[in-house]
């Protein structure tokens, strides 16, 4: 080596020695770990050696039990080589880790097992040994493997199985009245419920707003007397269509009050393109999809119409449905397509005829022999694919339809019995289920809530409603719960704690709040300390007696009547308006006298006249002349007798 560079690297140790003094600490770093090999080579041999005995041992021990195991005549007492074999395996595994432990920091850190076994140890079966180690580990690993793989094809299961999805674990039960739920809404982020009947009213339900009393926060009729057929929402959940029994549909807000209101037709024109409204009742009605001012409305009088709700002056547009001789249907159902392109509908004759939204005029699609002509097609339902449209048929029937192939139905359903023109049928969520309700007599059985899947269309589901006809059902995609309307007036909503959200799960958790007294009115005490004792009232001791007075009192504890709006109701009466004849034909009828008779009606104020005169007579005391009348006499009685022909003309 150079002397030139030996001295160059001491006096850079020197300098390096020097900075680290004035520097105050004591080198540059960490030294580098030095290791023994020779040492580190013998621990690994004899480690080698060790575990070698102890396998070795193992195997004579496991083959002495497989020894005793043959002579035992019981099969159960015996127990398997190869799992003893993992077993003692694991055993000495652990035992080598133990014994590992005690070995260099190198070989505990690692987790190596070791080198091979030496030759002469090889032959004598620890390759064998080793190998059953291995396997074992392996089995181990294995079985850890199989049981995700387990999971996780479970997991695949349940979303394969549509059925495991449907919401049913709980339900709750909503009371709308007596008669027909014929039309159930929800808003699009499913905050409030509505339902309508044919009972006219309309009830607003909320589910943040509700307890455990379940009670609507509201009920109106918004059509007076006339049923309510169809209730939807707009796609921004503003406003509600109200589609009833008479000619004109109308909108109403979020709170019930009135938005706007369709404009009649000219029942007098043929020509029902020519009219500005319908001029017939409406069977059914939905909003548009996309566009959150446009609404449709099909009518008895044979025609589909499309609302702008800016403007209610005129409709927007006529869709008229034809027979095969062109002759004039009646439309039950329509409903527009999940991309708004299309517009259904359902007629009467059997029909399912298909226009393209800004075409009015022909059809793009038609089949005349969807369902038994004369039956009502109760349903139309578009699949959120868009390329399927569900029917459900007054025939008892439901039928599935491929909108690029409409010549035949891709899949029949039959026996589902259904007697209203306004049964449901609806797509999951999921799109792989589609399902409807079935109708019933009065106790005739429970109505049933059915579910088919979409590709082979069995049933693959359905629940027992009650014991009434299941109309009306809608399964919301946002709560993931089912809405059913039945025909005894129930509205049912099921619900799962896990797999549905907000909705239902709202109202259940809140406990039912306390009834408030009822207020009765009684007659204050007035307290006067500085009157006279005649003047002064006794004071009362308690109130109950007084409340107990005034309840056994009928007069204080009649409760009013409420004054009757409309036409009339229950046998009652609407009040009379406040225009002078109305006044005036209420007197009239009111009047119990008989002026059939005038003389007789002016004789009966004569008496008293004659005994206290205080008009006229007072003024002619002294001039008035005695006044003579005539007497009927014996000659006039004559006279009355003789014939009319015969009698003095005067």
């Given at each position: 080596?150079?002397?030139?560079?030996?001295?160059?690297?001491?006096?850079?140790?020197?300098?390096?020695?020097?900075?680290?003094?004035?520097?105050?600490?004591?080198?540059?770093?960490?030294?580098?770990?030095?290791?023994?090999?020779?040492?580190?080579?013998?621990?690994?041999?004899?480690?080698?050696?060790?575990?070698?005995?102890?396998?070795?041992?193992?195997?004579?021990?496991?083959?002495?039990?497989?020894?005793?195991?043959?002579?035992?005549?019981?099969?159960?007492?015996?127990?398997?080589?190869?799992?003893?074999k993992a077993t003692a395996a694991t055993a000495r595994k652990e035992s080598g880790g133990s014994s590992s432990d005690s070995g260099s920091d190198s070989?505990?850190?690692?987790?190596?097992?070791?080198?091979?076994?030496?030759?002469?140890?090889?032959?004598?079966?620890?390759?064998?040994?080793?190998?059953?180690?291995?396997?074992?580990?392996?089995?181990?690993?294995?079985?850890?493997?199989?049981?995700?793989?387990?999971?996780?094809?479970?997991?695949?299961?349940?979303?394969?199985?549509?059925?495991?999805?449907?919401?049913?674990?709980?339900?709750?039960?909503?009371?709308?009245?007596?008669?027909?739920?014929?039309?159930?809404?929800?808003?699009?982020?499913?905050?409030?419920?509505?339902?309508?009947?044919?009972?006219?009213?309309?009830?607003?339900?909320?589910?943040?707003?509700?307890?455990?009393?379940?009670?609507?926060?509201?009920?109106?009729?918004?059509?007076?007397?006339?049923?309510?057929?169809?209730?939807?929402?707009?796609?921004?959940?503003?406003?509600?269509?109200?589609?009833?029994?008479?000619?004109?549909?109308?909108?109403?807000?979020?709170?019930?009050?009135?938005?706007?209101?369709?404009?009649?037709?000219?029942?007098?024109?043929?020509?029902?393109?020519?009219?500005?409204?319908?001029?017939?009742?409406?069977?059914?009605?939905?909003?548009?999809?996309?566009?959150?001012?446009?609404?449709?409305?099909?009518?008895?009088?044979?025609?589909?119409?499309?609302?702008?709700?800016?403007?209610?002056?005129?409709?927007?547009?006529?869709?008229?449905?034809?027979?095969?001789?062109?002759?004039?249907?009646?439309?039950?159902?329509?409903?527009?397509?999940?991309?708004?392109?299309?517009?259904?509908?359902?007629?009467?004759?059997?029909?399912?005829?298909?226009?393209?939204?800004?075409?009015?005029?022909?059809t793009k699609f038609h089949c005349r022999q969807a369902h038994v002509p004369g039956s009502d097609t109760s349903c139309l339902s578009f699949s959120y694919?868009?390329?399927?449209?569900?029917?459900?048929?007054?025939?008892?029937?439901?039928?599935?339809?491929?909108?690029?192939?409409?010549?035949?139905?891709?899949?029949?359903?039959?026996?589902?019995?259904?007697?209203?023109?306004?049964?449901?049928?609806?797509?999951?969520?999921?799109?792989?289920?589609?399902?409807?309700?079935?109708?019933?007599?009065?106790?005739?059985?429970?109505?049933?809530?059915?579910?088919?899947?979409?590709?082979?269309?069995?049933?693959?589901?359905?629940?027992?409603?009650?014991?009434?006809?299941?109309?009306?059902?809608?399964?919301?995609?946002?709560?993931?719960?089912?809405?059913?309307?039945?025909?005894?007036?129930?509205?049912?909503?099921?619900?799962?704690?896990?797999?549905?959200?907000?909705?239902?799960?709202?109202?259940?958790?809140?406990?039912?709040?306390?009834?408030?007294?009822?207020?009765?009115?009684?007659?204050?005490?007035?307290?006067?300390?500085?009157?006279?004792?005649?003047?002064?009232?006794?004071?009362?001791?308690?109130?109950?007696?007084?409340?107990?007075?005034?309840?056994?009192?009928?007069?204080?504890?009649?409760?009013?009547?409420?004054?009757?709006?409309?036409?009339?109701?229950?046998?009652?009466?609407?009040?009379?308006?406040?225009?002078?004849?109305?006044?005036?034909?209420?007197?009239?009828?009111?009047?119990?006298?008989?002026?059939?008779?005038?003389?007789?009606?002016?004789?009966?104020?004569?008496?008293?006249?004659?005994?206290?005169?205080?008009?006229?007579?007072?003024?002619?005391?002294?001039?008035?002349?005695?006044?003579?009348?005539?007497?009927?006499?014996?000659?006039?009685?004559?006279?009355?007798?003789?014939?009319?022909?015969?009698?003095?003309?005067?």
């Open positions: 080596m150079d002397p030139n560079k030996v001295d160059e690297a001491s006096d850079k140790m020197s300098d390096d020695g020097e900075m680290a003094s004035v520097m105050g600490f004591s080198g540059f770093g960490k030294k580098a770990r030095t290791f023994d090999l020779e040492a580190i080579f013998e621990q690994t041999r004899r480690t080698a050696i060790e575990r070698s005995q102890l396998v070795l041992e193992g195997r004579q021990k496991d083959d002495h039990m497989e020894q005793q195991g043959e002579s035992s005549q019981s099969a159960k007492s015996s127990v398997p080589a190869p799992r003893n070989d505990s850190d690692s987790e190596l097992i070791g080198p091979p076994l030496p030759p002469q140890h090889t032959s004598q079966g620890g390759d064998d040994e080793l190998g059953s180690l291995t396997h074992a580990s392996g089995t181990t690993a294995h079985s850890d493997d199989d049981d995700e793989d387990d999971e996780g094809e479970a997991q695949d299961d349940d979303d394969d199985n549509p059925v495991k999805k449907i919401p049913d674990s709980h339900e709750i039960t909503l009371q709308h009245g007596t008669k027909i739920v014929s039309a159930l809404a929800l808003d699009p982020s499913g905050a409030r419920l509505v339902t309508g009947g044919l009972d006219y009213d309309v009830r607003f339900w909320d589910f943040a707003g509700m307890d455990q009393a379940l009670q609507a926060f509201r009920s109106i009729q918004p059509c007076e007397c006339h049923q309510i057929t169809s209730l939807q929402y707009s796609i921004t959940g503003d406003v509600i269509l109200v589609v009833s029994g008479n000619a004109q549909a109308k909108v109403l807000d979020r709170d019930g009050f009135n938005v706007m209101e369709c404009v009649k037709g000219d029942q007098y024109i043929v020509d029902m393109a020519k009219t500005k409204g319908h001029t017939a009742m409406l069977n059914s009605g939905c909003w548009h999809p996309k566009m959150k001012e446009e609404f449709m409305t099909c009518s008895n009088d044979g025609t589909v119409r499309t609302w702008d709700l800016t403007s209610e002056k005129k409709h927007k547009s006529v869709f008229k449905p034809r027979s095969f001789q062109g002759k004039k249907v009646v439309p039950t159902s329509c409903t527009y397509s999940r991309d708004g392109k299309l517009i259904a509908a359902g007629c009467q004759d059997g029909t399912i005829q298909i226009w393209d939204r800004n075409l009015s005029v022909h694919d868009g390329r399927t449209l569900a029917s459900r048929g007054g025939d008892d029937t439901l039928k599935m339809w491929d909108i690029r192939n409409f010549k035949k139905p891709v899949n029949v359903a039959t026996g589902l019995c259904n007697y209203y023109t306004m049964t449901d049928c609806c797509f999951s969520p999921d799109d792989r289920l589609l399902l409807t309700g079935t109708s019933v007599k009065k106790d005739g059985g429970n109505g049933k809530l059915v579910f088919f899947d979409r590709v082979s269309f069995q049933k693959v589901y359905e629940i027992e409603v009650t014991n009434a006809s299941v109309v009306r059902c809608l399964w919301h995609p946002k709560l993931n719960q089912i809405m059913v309307g039945t025909s005894n007036g129930l509205a049912k909503v099921y619900y799962d704690p896990v797999k549905s959200h907000r909705g239902a799960k709202l109202c259940v958790v809140k406990s039912q709040r306390k009834e408030r007294q009822a207020e009765t009115l009684t007659q204050d005490y007035i307290i006067t300390p500085h009157a006279l004792p005649m003047f002064r009232e006794a004071r009362q001791r308690s109130t109950r007696k007084q409340l107990e007075k005034d309840r056994l009192d009928p007069r204080k504890s009649h409760k009013p009547e409420p004054p009757v709006s409309g036409p009339g109701r229950g046998g009652r009466v609407a009040a009379h308006g406040g225009t002078l004849s109305s006044f005036i034909v209420k007197n009239i009828a009111l009047d119990k006298t008989d002026d059939s008779n005038p003389r007789q009606a002016i004789l009966r104020h004569a008496k008293e006249a004659s005994d206290n005169p205080y008009w006229v007579a007072p003024a002619y005391t002294q001039t008035q002349p005695v006044p003579m009348f005539a007497e009927e006499s014996e000659s006039d009685e004559e006279a009355e007798k003789e014939p009319e022909w015969k009698k003095r003309k005067i």
